[in-house]
């Protein structure tokens, strides 16, 4: 049975820790955190493993999992290789979603198997969590000798495990970031041009949902340039004009922004002379 540490009861780390447990394939040694009373609260959230507090306390395992705030991993790795507690050839991972294995180096240097293991996954509430973590896509990189063992965790917790470039966590992240965070900020743009129009928040939700549901099954079914739809797509710089005018002078920048963008996705299905009049119509932003 695989030994596994967990340094960091929070969210994360109280869940990844109580998957492994259930699966049956994972023994879990430590949960170390700040607090005794945390440490106590992930043991019995998780069902096993030792509650401790102290870095040189940890036992020796065959996973360590870093499970704690980006700005802390590289001093808790500084700390561990201090204490000389992780053997040379076991595998340390962190689960930063920027931060690459580099953040290690200390460990690294004497011997042990660095990686990061970032499951694309909210962890709001640890139990919902372990309920709702099965299909997570979990990004690894670093230390190939690791990769496989962290693989397999991936897998035996119901992830699904894929590995990222050299080099590629920054731009991992960043594609995460605006997938999932600009999609919020396009929401509450096109939730306030609607209010404009003079629709309630109910319908707005209501059209602006159903309507943003429908274009995200097109875009992964048929990719972005042959689900694009729209005024821009048809090359109608008429449209696109009116819609300028009744915006707010930050919304008509941010309009005019992800428009050119959305030229260039269309550019193949537009005419030269349709470029030249979305170019010019979707110039700079004017104060208003």
């Known amino acids: 049975m695989t030994s596994l540490n967990i340094v960091g009861g929070g969210r994360l780390g109280k869940s990844v820790a109580r998957l492994a447990h259930d699966s049956g394939r994972y023994r879990i040694g430590a949960l170390l955190c700040r607090s005794q009373a945390s440490a106590l609260v992930a043991r019995d959230f998780v069902g096993a493993g030792v509650a401790l507090t102290t870095l040189a306390d940890l036992p020796a395992a065959d996973i360590t999992l870093l499970a704690v705030p980006d700005g802390e991993i590289a001093a808790v790795a500084a700390e561990l290789s201090a204490a000389r507690v992780i053997a040379a050839g076991s595998v340390v991972c962190h ?19 660095c990686a990061s293991l970032h499951p694309a996954f909210s962890f709001a509430d640890p139990a919902r969590a372990v309920d709702g973590f099965a299909g997570t896509r979990c990004a690894l990189e670093g230390d190939a000798a690791a990769l496989p063992l962290l693989q397999r965790l991936a897998a ?25 965070n600009y999609l919020v900020t396009l929401h509450d743009l096109a939730s306030r041009v609607a209010a404009q129009a003079g629709m309630t928040d109910d319908i707005a939700a209501a059209v ?9 099954d097109n875009t992964l079914a048929l990719g972005p340039a042959a689900a694009l739809t729209g005024p821009i797509a048809r090359g109608d710089a008429g449209t696109v004009a009116r819609h300028r005018a009744v915006l707010s002078t930050q919304d008509d920048a941010l309009y005019c922004a992800l428009g050119q963008a959305t030229a260039r996705l269309a550019v193949d299905r537009l005419s030269e002379a349709q470029r030249h009049v979305l170019q010019m119509v979707l110039g700079a932003a004017e104060e208003k």
Do not use: C, N, W
Not at 174 to 179: E, G
Not at 208 to 216: E, S
């Open 95 to 113: 689960a930063s979603g920027v931060g690459e294995a580099a953040l290690l180096a200390p460990l690294a240097a004497q011997g042990v198997h």
């Open 156 to 180: 035996d917790i119901g992830g699904v495990p894929f590995v990222l470039a050299p080099g590629g966590k920054a731009a991992y992240h960043a594609a995460l970031s605006i997938a999932s």
């Open 208 to 216: 602006l949902g159903g309507l943003m549901r429908q274009t995200l």
